[in-house]
């Protein structure tokens, strides 16, 4: 069992940057990949990156390429997400999520855990 736990998001203005965290509760938060997912008002979720368990393999939506950077320090049990020139497209409630399989997946279906979110809010 694994428990997710955001924080980090608020207002900020366009071309702004934000740092996410999620720290992760269990021995287990090593095997698991990890992902962020983001959903805006009105929409549906969207994946935005993932990084493996080890941290070795990362990917981005085409969306965050260039701008967001995710890493993990499995020492603390957690895992990042920098966000830079932020765009108020970017507004949306930002999750991140555990997939014990421990490969980098794009789909919200293969992960196994979910936080309970936190708003990030992009103003122009």
């Known amino acids: 069992q694994v428990q997710l736990v955001e924080s980090g998001g608020g207002l900020v203005q366009a071309g702004g940057s934000l740092r996410l965290s999620c720290a992760a509760s269990?021995?287990?938060?090593?095997?698991?990949?990890m992902g962020w997912f983001r959903q805006a008002p009105g929409k549906d979720r969207e994946f935005v990156a993932a990084?493996?368990?080890?941290?070795?393999?990362?990917y981005y939506a085409d969306s965050v390429k260039g701008r967001f950077t995710t890493t993990r320090d499995n020492a603390k049990n957690t895992v990042y997400l920098q966000m830079n020139s932020l765009k108020p497209e970017d507004t949306a409630v930002y999750y991140c999520a555990a997939d014990n399989v421990g490969r980098v997946t794009t789909s919200q279906y293969e992960y196994d855990y979910w936080g309970q979110g936190t708003q990030v809010t992009v103003s122009s």
């Open positions: 269990g021995r287990t938060f090593r095997n698991y990949a």
């Open positions: 990084i493996s368990w080890r941290g070795g393999s990362t």
